[in-house]
């Protein structure tokens, strides 16, 4: 059993929004903590999809996860954790860490539904390394005279965001063909304002078919099946569906976030199956992080948890160059000149995720701020496109 040193040990399984954000507010000098992650980075999934068009490479929306942690002054360990106890957990090595209060902040899982082939033939726009492929094979087809059929399964989010960026890239291109598959009727169907109107009229003279209303029954390699028994042809099938929460055991959660199963163990973001369901958004798995170490250092010294209450925050979904929506409660906001305000949340971010320490992370810092400046804010906020831009903003209900 691996133990260390004599502070009270914290465990933290799964470093993303949620479970790095714990970290971050629990002091070395009183804990004794340990991350544990199966990937080496972080990966920044709010702006992945750019990677797709070619906005963004990839390298720059991952961060070290052991450099954030050795700054902190935490241990990391790049493991997989496939059983946890009251007391421990249990690596893919085999080796058992012990602790005192642990937080699983593992995220969601990816949705197949369980739809036949959707694992082995569709691609995931979830990762950096799914995005790069899929960047790869449109940029490939534009170097010969084939059609590339490209389907986006999923007209949520993060269907939304994949396929704008797909058009910013190509929709001039004749060789490619873009379709949106979903079992809903509407593109956005989740979110105040219509969206699906605003999505579709920007579409109208491109490439782009919508099936909706008909989910989908399998993958196949040239294409799916739907669930009426129709066919539709594609060449690369990108996987955009929802997460959902860690159905173990320990994955169901009181509002404190503590575990029904080990009052040690806390469950956060994506992972914690707990009423209200929250949407799965980095804004709540930051919050949830952050209120969870408060109530690891409550139980450490006996004192009774807080019960969490969720922010609302609007949420910013980009469709490609074309538009970017700003969703609240109850209504909508449509302006491309939102998306300055994505890649600010990206670039305050990273920064508050790996704030320079020393002169050459102030350089990093400095290109990430420029390559920002030349790619979104000029365009976007000079003052001569910003009086075009504000006109054509429009208020969605
Ligand atoms: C493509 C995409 C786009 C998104 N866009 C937005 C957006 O624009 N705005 C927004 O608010 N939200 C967005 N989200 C949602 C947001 O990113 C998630 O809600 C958030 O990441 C959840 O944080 P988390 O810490 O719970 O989980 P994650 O960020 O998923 O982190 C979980 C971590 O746990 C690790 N892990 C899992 N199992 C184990 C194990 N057994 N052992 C060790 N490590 C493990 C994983 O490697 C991972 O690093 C997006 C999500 C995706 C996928």
């Known amino acids: 059993m691996l133990g260390f040193g004599s502070k ?6 799964g470093a993303g929004f949620a479970g790095l954000n714990a970290a971050q507010q629990l002091k070395s000098s009183k804990y004794d903590v340990t991350v544990i992650d199966r990937e080496p980075c972080i990966e920044w999934l709010p702006n992945l999809h750019e990677i797709i068009s070619g906005r963004k490479n990839g390298e720059e929306l991952k961060l070290s996860r052991k450099r954030i942690m050795a700054r902190l002054g935490h241990r990391f360990c790049q493991n997989t954790v496939v059983d ?54 449109m940029r490939r087809a534009t170097l010969g ?119 040690s163990v806390f469950v956060v973001g994506g992972a914690a199956d707990m009423p209200p369901i929250l949407a799965k958004e980095a804004f709540h798995a930051i919050d949830m992080g952050r209120f969870v170490a408060m109530n690891v250092e409550r139980l450490l010294s006996g004192k009774r948890l807080k019960r969490f209450d969720p922010a609302t925050k609007p949420q910013v979904v980009s469709f490609g160059d074309l538009d970017t929506f700003m969703i609240f409660n109850g209504f909508s906001v449509s302006s491309s000149m ?39 804010y000029l365009p976007t906020l000079n003052p001569v496109s910003m009086m075009g831009k504000l006109t054509r903003a429009r208020l969605l209900t």
Request: with cysteine; hydrophobic share 40%; charged share 20%.
């Open 8 to 13: 009270p040990r914290v465990c933290i399984v």
């Open 84 to 137: 946890v106890s009251g007391t421990s957990l249990l690596l893919d090595t085999g080796d058992l860490i012990a602790f005192d209060a642990c937080v699983i902040a593992t995220g969601g899982l990816d949705d197949f539904s369980g739809v036949p082939g959707a694992m082995q033939f569709a691609y995931s726009a979830k990762n950096v390394a799914g995005c790069q492929h899929i960047a790869k094979v």
């Open 145 to 263: 005279h084939r059609t590339l059929k490209v389907s986006v399964v999923g007209a949520g989010v993060e269907g939304v965001e994949v396929l704008g960026e797909a058009l910013r890239a190509y929709r001039h291109r004749p060789q490619l063909e873009f379709q949106m598959v979903d079992a809903n009727k509407q593109v956005l169907s989740q979110c105040a304002g219509n969206l699906d109107n605003a999505v579709r009229r920007h579409v109208d003279k491109l490439s782009v078919d919508f099936c909706m209303g008909n989910g989908v029954a399998s993958v196949e390699k040239e294409g799916l099946y739907l669930q009426n028994g129709k066919t539709l042809e594609s060449d690369l099938t990108i996987w955009a569906g929802d997460v959902l929460p860690t159905k173990q055991q320990w994955g169901r959660v009181s509002s404190t976030f503590q575990s029904h199963r080990f009052e």
């Open 338 to 376: 939102l998306g300055a305000a994505k890649e600010m949340v990206y670039t305050l971010g990273l920064l508050q995720l790996s704030p320079p320490t020393n002169p050459k992370d102030f350089v990093n810092t400095l290109d990430v701020f420029q390559r920002s400046m030349r790619r979104v």
